[in-house]
């Protein structure tokens, strides 16, 4: 698990003006004091992002395995991804970026869209 969320640290706070900070005794990934990522509250070691209206139903339904709907943000649209096993990292990279890209005010947000991946 340690590789895992350190490689999962490296892609959340390589984003402009992003920080970890622990709550919910579980790490938290923010943009100015709003939340983009965290580490999932119980289970197998997974992220929740926040998603595009329509999208956390496409991903479930594509890849069940991989998605879920998270408990107390999953009604919000955000999304769960299962990091066990072997993660693809290009994906959750996009994902992590797409999320910040919907929580970071419009200006930092333009900044990640021309930057280069992780």
């Not at 100015?32 to 119980?42: M, S």
């Not at 956390?56 to 339904?61: A, D, K, P, R, V």
Request: aromatic share 8%.
């Amino acid at each position: 698990m340690s590789a895992a969320l350190a490689r999962l640290r490296r892609i959340c706070l390589a984003l402009p003006e992003a920080e970890e900070r622990e709550t919910w005794e579980t790490p938290t990934f923010r943009v100015r004091e709003k939340i983009f990522c965290l580490v999932g509250l119980a289970g197998p070691l997974a992220i929740w992002v926040k998603a595009p209206r329509g999208s956390q139903e496409l991903l479930i339904e594509a890849a069940p395995a991989r998605f879920f709907r998270p408990p107390y943000l999953g009604h919000k649209g955000w999304v769960g991804v299962n990091l066990s096993g072997r993660p693809d990292w290009a994906e959750v990279e996009a994902l992590v970026r797409r999320s910040y890209s919907l929580i970071a005010p419009r200006a930092l947000a333009a900044r990640v869209a021309t930057r280069e991946p992780v």
